[in-house]
């Protein structure tokens, strides 16, 4: 029996999407666009194969479908800019099988004009098809924070931009049947900018908090209580935290590769924020150091070398810079991280913590980096010998704050 909807692409977007759509009672099957990572716990996949969920290997299914969602990831290229190779495989792939009145649908973050300057001539070429005539066709940016339980896909709105007004409409009762409120764009470009605003808008107060973080450190100011205190203000203030840098899948834009045109905000909230795993290797030196010990030799345990607390998701995380700048300065490295198993920096596998307290205790540093719940941080704070707190998480007094 052919499904309701295909979702092209398995990855952060993509999954999250299906996991709300057979949840919805939606016939959903998914085609993967390349060696993507399961971003779901096993036990939520069995459930959603449980509920109907079908991977397909062949894209011969995706013709049979009322809705198609290509959610495929798009990386940072080598030029800096967005790779959307995948976008175009994706869209050849389907294209082939598209038949008339399919809705067809964008969420993976691309720059604005990418729905009909790119996606819109693959589809229409390789079909025969006309897209607001034959096939509908709109752009919804991906509203995913993946671990959140306040807000699912139900309770979180969802943005669409069609084409024509008539594909706004179908996208809208598609997604309609997912969230409890849909917001109509005024077409694509829109809907692909809101994207854009709301990646650049927690890259830029990500930014702001981290050179804060350096300023009120050179101070002697404690920053996490100017933020408690800020976060009473209530109008004009949206808190944010600073961190060792800034990891996910939704990468900052400037679109310079892209349009030749330059959002400054957003280039420079990408150079602060890549600066942060040298800040953080440099405070880390510093206190071995004020603690008669040298970076070289000295042994120095990472915990939690995930982008996001309470996930395996690696991606962007800051981690592995941080570690191979302290392997460079002559660090013995360990890691210890209850949803990573194994893990290499360098083509090298670095040591995992079993006992987390004893290695806390052999280790002459040791560095929280992602906060997961697991975390005993009183314990800790009192087991290790000198820890480095990079998300404020430890009591005050308890640790050394970034």
């Known amino acids: 029996m052919p499904a309701d909807l295909a979702v092209i692409g398995l990855g952060p977007y993509g999954l999250p999407l299906a996991q709300a759509a057979v949840a919805a009672g939606i016939s959903t099957i998914g085609y993967r666009t390349g060696p993507e990572t399961a971003f779901l716990s096993p036990a939520e996949l069995r459930r959603m194969v449980a509920q109907g969920f079908r991977a397909i290997t062949g894209p011969a299914e995706l013709g049979r479908v009322r809705t198609a969602v290509i959610c495929a990831p798009v990386p940072r290229g080598a030029e800096g800019g967005l790779d959307l190779g995948q976008v175009e495989a994706a869209a050849h792939t389907l294209a082939a099988r598209l038949r008339p009145h399919t809705t067809v649908i964008l969420e993976s973050p691309v720059p604005p004009g990418t729905t009909e300057e790119l996606l819109r001539p693959l589809l229409e070429s390789g079909s025969g098809l006309r897209a607001g005539r034959d096939f509908h066709l709109a752009y919804s940016p991906s509203r995913v924070d993946p671990g959140n339980r306040d807000f699912t896909p139900a309770n979180t709105p969802k943005v669409i931009g069609g084409l024509t007004p008539a594909c ?123 603690h008669g010990k040298s970076a070289r030799g000295a042994r120095v345990l990472l915990l939690g070398v995930t982008y996001k607390a309470d996930l395996a998701d690696q991606q962007g995380s800051p981690a592995r810079e941080i570690a191979m ?78």
């Not at 969230?179 to 900018?193: F, Q, Y």
């Not at 052999?362 to 906060?371: E, H, M, R, V, W």
């Open 325 to 402: 700048r302290l392997m460079e300065l002559g660090a013995s490295v360990s890691y210890h991280d209850p949803h990573v198993p194994s893990w290499s920096v360098l083509d090298r596998p670095l040591p995992r913590a079993d006992s987390l307290y004893e290695a806390a205790a052999d280790a002459d540093l040791t560095i929280l980096l992602q906060q997961h719940r697991t975390y005993d941080l009183q314990g800790l704070s009192v087991k290790a010998q000198l820890l480095l707190d990079t998300r404020g998480a430890t009591p005050t007094g308890a640790a050394h704050r970034l």
């Open 168 to 290: 706004t409409e179908s996208a809208a009762t598609f997604y309609g049947r997912l969230s409890d409120k849909v917001v109509r764009a005024r077409g694509p470009r829109e809907a692909e900018t809101v994207q854009l605003l709301e990646t650049n808008f927690r890259h830029v107060n990500t930014a702001l908090v981290n050179e804060m973080a350096v300023l009120c450190h050179d101070l002697g100011v404690d920053l996490w209580d100017v933020i408690r205190c800020a976060e009473t203000k209530p109008f004009g203030f949206h808190s944010f935290r600073p961190g060792p840098g800034v990891g996910g899948h939704a990468v900052a834009q400037d679109l310079t590769a892209h349009t030749g045109r330059t959002l400054r905000m957003a280039e420079l909230a990408q150079q602060v924020n890549g600066r942060m795993p040298h800040y953080v290797v440099q405070r880390a030196a510093a206190l071995l150091n004020e």
